[in-house]
C-alpha cells in the first residue's frame, strides 16, 4: 500500500476525529479524556471546535495526515507542534481548556492533560523543541507504516532546523518511538485516584535530539 504523508486542511478535520476515536477505542486515557459516547454528535463537534480553534490560533500546529495513494483514504495523522523559538511565560504556562464536559468528568480530563502540561513545563520551559502531541492511526491501517511515516516526518523537519524532538508515549505507541531513535527521559505518572482508574497510568516521556542515530530500519 502506497503512502503519502502530507498537511491536512480543515475540510479533513471530521475525518481525523473519527480516526482519533477509533485508534483510542478501549483506551483508558482516552475514555477518561473523553467520558461518555464516542459516537455522539455533540462530543465529536466539541472536539472539532476546540481543534480547529487551536489550529487557527497557534502557529505552531503542523496537522500532517497520511492518505492511501491509491485510494484517497486519509489512514492516520500526526499533530505536531514545531515550537522553532523561544516563547513567553505566560504561552507555555497556559493549560487547555477542559469545556467538552463537566463535574468529576471534567476533573478527570484536567487531571490528564495538566499532567502533560507539567511535564512539558518541567522538561522544557520556554525552549524550542518539537511535540508530537497526537499520533493515530484508524484501526483498519494499523501495521502498514502509517505511523512510522507520520512520525518521520516531524524528525526529519527537526533535525532540518535543529530541534529536539520530544512525546509522552502511550503503550502503543512506546516500541515504535523506540525504533525510530527516541530514548525515555522521564515518566509521567497519573495516579488511579486523580482519573478513578483502577490503576496509576504511566506516559514515558521520550526524547530524540538533532543528530541522534536513527535505527537502521528507518535509515
Ligand atoms: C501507535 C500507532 C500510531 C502505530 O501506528 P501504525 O501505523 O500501526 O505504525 P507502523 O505500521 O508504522 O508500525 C507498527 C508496527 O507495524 C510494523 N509494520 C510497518 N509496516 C508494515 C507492513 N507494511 N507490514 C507489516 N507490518 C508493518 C512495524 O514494523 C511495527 O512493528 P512492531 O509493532 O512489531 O514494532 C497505532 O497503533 C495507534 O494509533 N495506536 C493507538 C493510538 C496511540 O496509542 N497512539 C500513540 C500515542 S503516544
Same mark, same amino acid.
Given at each position: 500500500?502506497?503512502?503519502?504523508? *502530507?498537511?491536512?486542511?480543515?475540510?479533513?478535520?471530521?475525518?481525523?476525529?473519527?480516526?482519533?476515536?477509533?485508534?483510542?477505542?478501549?483506551?483508558?486515557?482516552?475514555?477518561?479524556?473523553?467520558?461518555?459516547?464516542?459516537?455522539?454528535?455533540?462530543?465529536?463537534?466539541?472536539?472539532?471546535?476546540?481543534?480547529?480553534? *487551536?489550529?487557527?490560533?497557534?502557529?505552531?500546529?503542523?496537522?500532517? @495526515?497520511?492518505?492511501?495513494?491509491?485510494?484517497?483514504?486519509?489512514?492516520?495523522?500526526?499533530?505536531?507542534?514545531?515550537?522553532? #523559538?523561544?516563547?513567553?511565560?505566560?504561552?507555555?504556562?497556559?493549560?487547555?481548556?477542559?469545556?467538552?464536559?463537566?463535574?468529576?468528568?471534567?476533573?478527570?480530563?484536567?487531571?490528564?492533560?495538566?499532567?502533560?502540561?507539567?511535564?512539558? *513545563? @518541567?522538561?522544557?520551559?520556554?525552549?524550542?523543541?518539537?511535540?508530537?502531541?497526537?499520533?493515530?492511526?484508524?484501526?483498519?491501517?494499523?501495521?502498514?507504516?502509517?505511523? #512510522?511515516?507520520?512520525?518521520?516526518?516531524?524528525?526529519?523537519?527537526?533535525?532540518?532546523?535543529?530541534?529536539?524532538?520530544?512525546? *509522552?508515549?502511550?503503550?502503543?505507541?512506546?516500541?515504535?518511538?523506540? @525504533?525510530?531513535?527516541?530514548?525515555?527521559?522521564?515518566?509521567?505518572?497519573?495516579?488511579?485516584?486523580?482519573?478513578?482508574?483502577?490503576?496509576?497510568?504511566?506516559?514515558?516521556?521520550?526524547?530524540?535530539?538533532?543528530?541522534?542515530?536513527?535505527?537502521?530500519?528507518?535509515?
Amino acid at each position: 500500500m502506497g503512502l503519502d504523508v *502530507e498537511p491536512a486542511d480543515e475540510s479533513d478535520m471530521d475525518r481525523l476525529i473519527e480516526i482519533q476515536f477509533s485508534a483510542f477505542e478501549g483506551d483508558p486515557y482516552h475514555e477518561a479524556l473523553y467520558p461518555g459516547d464516542h459516537f455522539s454528535p455533540a462530543l465529536r463537534r466539541s472536539a472539532r471546535v476546540r481543534y480547529i480553534q *487551536e489550529w487557527r490560533e497557534d502557529v505552531s500546529v503542523r496537522w500532517m @495526515k497520511c492518505t492511501d495513494r491509491q485510494t484517497g483514504t486519509i489512514c492516520g495523522f500526526a499533530k505536531w507542534n514545531l515550537y522553532e #523559538t523561544d516563547r513567553p511565560e505566560e504561552e507555555w504556562k497556559k493549560r487547555p481548556l477542559v469545556d467538552w464536559c463537566s463535574g468529576r468528568n471534567a476533573e478527570v480530563a484536567e487531571n490528564f492533560l495538566y499532567a502533560n502540561a507539567a511535564m512539558r *513545563e @518541567k522538561t522544557w520551559g520556554g525552549r524550542p523543541y518539537s511535540l508530537l502531541n497526537i499520533l493515530c492511526v484508524h484501526r483498519d491501517f494499523q501495521r502498514r507504516g502509517a505511523g #512510522t511515516l507520520l512520525v518521520q516526518w516531524g524528525l526529519v523537519h527537526s533535525e532540518r532546523v535543529g530541534l529536539p524532538a520530544y512525546l *509522552e508515549a502511550s503503550p502503543a505507541g512506546f516500541p515504535l518511538y523506540l @525504533k525510530l531513535g527516541f530514548h525515555q527521559i522521564d515518566v509521567c505518572v497519573i495516579k488511579a485516584g486523580d482519573w478513578d482508574g483502577d490503576f496509576d497510568r504511566h506516559l514515558i516521556a521520550m526524547l530524540k535530539n538533532p543528530h541522534d542515530a536513527s535505527s537502521p530500519a528507518v535509515k
